[in-house]
């Protein structure tokens, strides 16, 4: 959603959903983490009470702490918290996460090695989700770094029922390489939002994500 008119949300929400969109990725940015400021609790609040589609919310925070009770009580569905800001509480934040009723994610930026998650992912109460990000984060609208591939397929081999999110200049030109690495939430801002027909690029990203995991 990080593409779409700000000023009217619920009806950028529900264009997505009947475009076929299963989930909206919303980027929570605080102008500390990175450079950019979005939007945080009081908006995913106000957009929850028109829409019950699953908001997976990327926090690109400094404090990921500090916004689980809001985004829990606002009614956000997933939380994606970083694991550059997390590494020492990050058992805290998950269990926190999960008794708001959100279901926790780990993200990591594009210098972070892969090594990182792997406690999170097989802790006793571990992350739902690994986000691997494809661009540095802050900005919609720039170029997918297939280099990032690597850590998609590291994942997918070692946790084969994993959600492994791809995040960053995903479109019709990227998909296949993500898809094929072994990726099966496909976050896409620009490519879908800037299309003649969204709902054929949502069409198009779907498929090649159900093409690839036939043939795993
Ligand atoms: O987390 C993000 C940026 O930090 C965005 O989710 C991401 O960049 C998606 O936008 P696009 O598809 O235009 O690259
Ligand atoms: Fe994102």
Not at 57 to 65: Q, Y
Not at 66 to 95: C, Q, R
Not at 103 to 114: Q, S
Request: net charge negative; aromatic share 6%.
């Amino acid at each position: 959603m990080l593409s779409s008119d700000f000023s009217n949300l619920a009806s950028e929400a529900h264009r997505m959903t009947n475009y076929g969109a299963d989930w909206l990725h919303m980027d929570i940015m605080d102008g500390h983490f990175v450079p950019n400021l979005t939007i945080g609790a009081p908006i995913i609040e106000s957009l929850r009470k028109h829409t019950k589609a699953y908001l997976d919310c990327h926090l690109m925070v400094t404090n990921p702490l500090d916004y689980v009770e809001p985004l829990g009580k606002a009614g956000a569905s997933g939380f994606t918290f970083h694991i550059e800001t997390s590494k020492d509480n990050w058992k805290e934040l998950v269990e926190r996460i999960s008794i708001q009723g959100m279901r926790p994610g780990v993200a990591l930026k594009p210098e972070t090695p892969i090594e990182e998650v792997y406690a999170l992912v097989e802790a006793e109460n571990p992350v739902e989700m690994v986000l691997v990000m494809t661009v540095e984060p802050g900005f919609g609208g720039q170029k997918f770094m297939p280099e990032m591939m690597d850590k998609v397929r590291i994942l997918r081999k070692k946790y084969p029922s994993l959600d492994i999110e791809v995040d960053g200049g995903l479109g019709p030109s990227t998909i296949d390489t993500a898809a094929s690495a072994g990726a099966n939430c496909i976050v896409a801002g620009s490519s879908v939002f800037g299309a003649p027909e969204p709902a054929q690029v949502i069409s198009l990203l779907r498929n090649s994500v159900e093409k690839a995991q036939q043939t795993h």
